[in-house]
């Protein structure tokens, strides 16, 4: 597919540009399941199209032939036009399957901006259609086409849109390039709205990049990004830098703000840059030698005769993998159930809709909209909630009563328990089962679990549960396959920076909560986006009041549960 944006869309674009419209959302970019679907479906349409110009170029030949009788030829024209009706209908088909085009291929480009940018791909690289990665072990995939001069150009609007001139510069940059590099045959094709478009986007960034580097006199702010120096008229560096240019140095985490990894660009990069590997905290560094590998049985007798495979990843906030945690028949059930089930997009969260965009209310919390989900419940509850005027739950004899919908699920559930020392099949202990298909660009925005209920903050309609349960103490998150490039959980609380990569049948956990109800800032964490593949996952939070005979109340401020501490006291 290839749009081209005349001059007076890309003026609107520029003057009407909406900061958080769409942020991460990928369409049916990030849909890996829909996207195979189409794929499949776009095939035995190209089939019919190329079977019905055939029957076309047939019925030429025939009514060309002045020997057949009248009455064969009307025959002809009359089983053709059924057949034209049936293509058009095809056709429709085809168009409600495929949506809104200029839709699609935007959320395609956004999709392809943010891997660029994430994983800080070679631009030459990038546009050949080359992905380097070094994920595990460093990895080439070369993909089946190159970008071309149109789309670095969209790309360059995007990035333009979202603010991030510094991409904008870049990307437009590699437009001229290819563009002074065309043979003069394709050259005199090109649209002369699109040549002004590209010559207007160059304006804008150069006016926008020594703007806002003048002005701000910083690389990163709430709302954007640009390079560390002034550009010429031709997008390169300027030959001759002011002296605070020159001071700016290298982009580093400002540890003792804790606005700056709240929302905005700053903590964007700094999850980029997790993502990527190249941040750990120097509090995760100095447990090095207490992340190591045990066998985990909580001291049950018979996690004695067969106990988990535990792995802790940082001590201080309690993070492990338990490794190997579920087995090929639970994997594949609950993708095989999840499937036909997915989600087509995300979801929009009405409650959201009244937070502006990089908001430092901390009354609101915004509720993050994951990509294709579906909820599965393990059993049943059948009484049903009865309140008072007061939110009071009031007795019912029938509200713990249950049926067990999934028994494998009610059994995974149970295994939870053993390796957590939590309760998750009562009414109240936990959520239901969420799996999750992460596809092309897929990613989960930074934030933290629990609502902050406990802290007084506002509980939107679809959380007033919380009520009864209390916030989310415990995030049990199990991988269901393995993922080739991208996908890691990074967690970004400044000094405590980890990123725990996916594997296939292990399950990862972590607390969310201190002893007495407040949210665990160093808990904060984002799904990193996917640059080759999928990603399936199985998520279960894992609610606070239920827990209170293993993970006990407390009320200084800076205590924390010492549920897994005997693990840890032959380290000391």
Known sequence: ?????????????????????????????????????????????????RDFRQNLVEIHVTLSNSTEPLNTKMKILETNQKKKDHFRQSAKAMEGL????????????????????????????????IVKTKSHTEQVFQGNHALNLQDAFHLAIKAQ???????????????????????????????????????????????????????????????????????????EKRAKQPKFVRALGEYTRLLNDTNEYLEG???????????????????????????????????NPYLRLGPFKMEVVARVPFRMILHDFMDEAEIRWLIDYAKPRLSRNRSKI???????????????????????????????????????????????????????????????????????????????????FQVTNYGLSGLCEGHIDPHGYLEGKDLTPDRQGLVMSGDMLGTFMAWL???????????????????????????????????????????????????KGSKWILNKWIYYFDQVHNYKCGLAADSKFDVFNDIFSTYQ
């Open 161 to 235: 849109q979202r603010k991030w001139f510094d991409a904008g510069i870049l990307f437009l940059r590699q437009a001229n390039q290819m563009l002074k590099s065309m043979p003069e045959g394709e050259l005199s094709t090109l649209d002369s709205e699109f040549l002004d478009g590209m010559d207007v986007l160059k304006k804008y960034l150069i006016q926008s990049q020594n703007h806002y580097l003048k002005t701000r006199k910083a690389i990163f702010g709430l709302d954007y990004r640009i390079l560390p120096y002034f550009v010429d008229n031709n997008l």
């Open 265 to 299: 660009e700053r903590r964007d990069e700094a999850d980029r840059r997790i993502c990527r590997g190249e941040y750990q905290g120097s509090s995760i560094d100095k447990e090095v030698h207490l992340q190591l590998c045990h066998y985990l049985h909580q001291s």
């Open 481 to 531: 396959d393995d993922v080739e490039a991208g996908g890691g959980t990074a967690f970004d609380s400044p000094g405590y920076e980890q990123i725990v990569r996916p594997t296939r049948g292990s399950a990862a956990f972590w607390i969310d909560l201190r002893p007495n109800g407040i949210r665990e800032a160093f808990s904060s964490h984002m799904g990193c986006p996917i640059l």
């Open 350 to 432: 009405k409650s959201n809709e009244d937070i502006q965009a990089n908001s430092l209310d901390r009354s609101k919390v915004k509720i993050i909209a994951k990509t294709t989900q579906a909820w599965i419940s393990s059993r049943l509850f059948i009484g049903k909630d009865i309140y008072d005027d007061m939110n009071q739950l009031q007795p019912n004899p029938h509200l713990d009563k249950f049926i067990d919908i999934h028994p494998n699920l009610v059994t995974l559930s149970r295994k939870i328990e053993m390796a957590t020392k939590m309760i998750v099949l009562k009414r109240f202990s936990a959520t239901e």
């Open 1 to 49: 597919m290839r749009i081209f944006v005349t001059f007076a869309v890309l003026s609107v674009t520029m003057c009407c540009f909406t900061a958080d419209a769409g942020k991460y959302e990928f369409g049916v970019f990030e849909n890996f399941d829909v996207t195979e679907n189409l794929h499949i479906e776009e095939q035995k349409f190209l089939k019919k199209v």
């Open 98 to 129: 495929l949506g809104d085009p200029m839709a699609t291929y935007d959320q395609a480009v956004m999709g392809l901006l943010v891997l660029r940018e994430t994983y800080n791909l070679p631009m030459d690289d990038f546009m050949a259609g």
